[in-house]
């Protein structure tokens, strides 16, 4: 069975950074777009930063550019999602989860990890 658990969340003062981490098992990341997403009480999920293992290509969300990055570990089943200038509008709870298209709507990813809360304080 599929797993991914994320971890890294916590509570920082604006400005600040925090790396979380997706661990995974039961499935290879090379093989698949990983993709963040958060999703902030009464809003829809939306989509932070993508990297496809295999082609090396990240994106990201206009509202992350130039203070989020998405990386993988070397020769692990590991996505990384490094983010500093965090920001209040940057709380939410953070997902990973894998699809086989790059994308950025939510349904089109096949597994899902449970979340790590992030919560940024002005």
């Known amino acids: 069975e599929v797993q991914l658990v994320e971890s890294g969340g916590g509570l920082v003062q604006a400005g600040g950074s925090l790396r979380l981490s997706c661990a995974a098992s039961g499935i290879t990341f090379g093989d698949y777009v990983i993709g963040w997403f958060r999703q902030a009480p009464g809003k829809e999920r939306e989509g932070v930063a993508l990297i496809g293992i295999t082609e090396g290509d990240t994106y990201y969300a206009d509202s992350v550019k130039g203070r989020f990055t998405v990386s993988s570990g070397y020769g692990k089943n590991t996505v990384y999602l490094e983010m500093n200038g965090l920001k209040p509008e940057d709380t939410a709870v953070y997902y990973c989860?894998?699809?086989?298209?790059?994308?950025?709507?939510?349904?089109?990813?096949?597994?899902w990890g449970q979340g790590t809360q992030v919560t940024v304080s002005s």
């Open positions: 989860a894998v699809g086989v298209l790059y994308s950025w709507v939510a349904s089109e990813y096949h597994y």
